[in-house]
């Protein structure tokens, strides 16, 4: 649990970040690149979720 949330909270902290203002930590040019960051944070954040449930 507490693995996961060390993993989760950078990760959405970067996509907030990203969704907010449409570029990529060290990328301004390239609008694109939001949507792939918030689609990768929402697979990273939901992979162990997912992991964890199918376990059950």
Avoid: C, E
Wanted: aromatic share 14%; proline share 5%; glycine share 4%.
């Amino acid at each position: 649990m507490l693995t996961m949330l060390l993993i989760a909270i950078p990760v959405l902290a970067i996509a907030l970040y990203t969704f907010r203002y449409g570029q990529f930590l060290w990328r301004n040019d390239h609008k694109p690149a939001a949507v792939g960051t918030y689609v990768l944070a929402l697979a990273v954040v939901a992979a162990p979720w997912l992991v964890l449930w199918s376990r059950r």
